[in-house]
């Protein structure tokens, strides 16, 4: 039987909830066709003896080293054989149908190339950033205002309403098989953050349409304020200066440096 569907899983030392996800993921797929990749890196939990253990059907792919999270699942997107590909943090729950839900949504729309469903986290609250436009300069500008201005987020991320984006949120982004074949995959030289801007923005270069589709709920656990994560932040604009680089050339990079330190205290002003 061809695989519709092939989850790419990535793992490092989160066991207990890796184990959850994969429990999931039967409920959420109903009768689709589907195929889970686990991609470890390299875990010392002994996750890779729990996912043998528990779910042989799994395919598992372990790493001798952590590669880090961009080739880690460019290692499971390769191995896939799937119409479709999720991308799908281990920190998930996925509901009843979801998964099935996103890939019909797919079939009925054929110039979508990605899409993703609302994340909530464990209270039902709706998490941020899962959708928005590029990382422009005037886009960043707006967002920090919001901030600073209104106390809001530009988005509302709590709308059913399912609409056009610029991109949606790798912890569950479902990409079509077609378009994959067409731009490549995710960028290497980013270790996290923008990834999945950089993918969606090189989709819709190739003439796709990329979706939110809040009429699918996801529980995604993760979701730390990078404010809270000096770690992350480093990451954060390591990979946004690199975004610049790639795709908007030394004019509007030598005006991000201008503009960070600026905008660095309008997002931490909430």
Excluded at 17 to 23: A, K, P, W
Excluded at 26 to 50: C, F, H, Q, R, Y
Aim: proline letters at 5%; a positive charge; one cysteine or more.
């Amino acid at each position: 039987m061809m695989v519709s569907l092939s989850v790419v899983i990535l793992s490092w030392n989160v066991r207990d909830l890796l184990l959850q996800c994969l429990r999931t993921i039967p409920v959420a797929v109903g009768s689709l066709p589907t195929e889970t990749i686990v991609v470890d890196n390299a875990s010392s939990d002994g996750s890779s003896d729990m996912v043998q253990r528990e779910f042989p059907g799994v395919r598992l792919i372990t790493n001798a080293n952590n590669v880090g999270f961009t080739r880690a699942n460019n290692q499971g997107i390769a191995a896939s054989g799937g119409r479709y590909v999720l991308l799908l943090n281990s920190d998930t729950r996925l509901p009843p149908g979801a998964l099935a839900s996103l890939v019909q949504f797919m079939e009925q729309h054929s110039t979508v190339g990605a899409c993703g469903p609302r994340l909530v986290q464990a209270d039902g609250r709706a998490q941020a950033f899962v959708f928005g436009g590029d990382p422009t300069l005037l886009y960043l500008l707006r967002r920090g205002l919001y901030r600073l201005l209104w106390r809001k987020p530009l988005h509302d991320w709590r709308t059913n309403q399912i609409q056009e984006a610029d991109w949606v949120s790798g912890a569950c982004l479902l990409a079509r098989r077609e378009a994959i074949d067409q731009v490549g995959l995710l960028d290497e030289n980013i270790f996290m953050y923008f990834e999945d801007n950089d993918w969606c923005l090189r989709f819709r270069k190739a003439g796709w349409k990329v979706y939110y589709n809040p009429k699918v709920e996801i529980v995604h656990l993760g979701g730390q304020s990078l404010a809270q994560n000096p770690e992350a932040q480093t990451a954060y604009y390591r990979s946004l200066d690199y975004f610049y680089r790639k795709h908007y050339g030394p004019v509007p990079w030598a005006m991000l440096q201008i503009m960070l330190p600026l905008y660095r205290q309008l997002m931490q002003a909430v």
